[in-house]
Nanobody
């Protein structure tokens, strides 16, 4: 079993920045075998969509809507993933979820709310 806990959400003005973190804990063998990690987001009334994903080797990809503004990274030694969000827009408002895949299992965090508003 793996537990994922997000942090760093909050209220920010348009054009501002936030850094989200996702800390993984639990079964060390599962954690050490985490392959793909990702950030998803879900806005009110909309489906959950992937924002950015990163492999254990550090290969990353992004949704077109966040390219050039968001950066995903992970620190395998700290079992933590990050999402640096710059130039935030009101349409980035959503609950952001951490996702990890290991040993054929999918794990989700409970989410952290990001609100972009003036």
């Amino acid at each position: 079993q793996v537990q994922l806990v997000e942090s760093g959400g909050g209220l920010v003005q348009p054009g501002g920045s936030l850094i989200l973190s996702c800390a993984a804990s639990g079964d060390i063998f599962s954690i050490n075998r985490i392959d793909r990690m990702a950030w998803y987001r879900q806005a009110p009334g909309k489906q959950r969509d992937v924002v950015a994903a990163i492999t254990s080797g550090g290969s990353a990809n992004y949704a077109d809507s966040v390219k050039g503004r968001f950066t995903i990274s992970r620190d395998n030694a700290k079992n933590t993933m990050y999402l640096i969000m710059n130039s935030l827009k009101p349409e980035d408002t959503a609950v952001y979820y951490c996702y990890a895949q290991t040993k054929g299992m999918d794990y989700w965090g409970k989410g952290t709310l990001v609100t972009v508003s003036s």
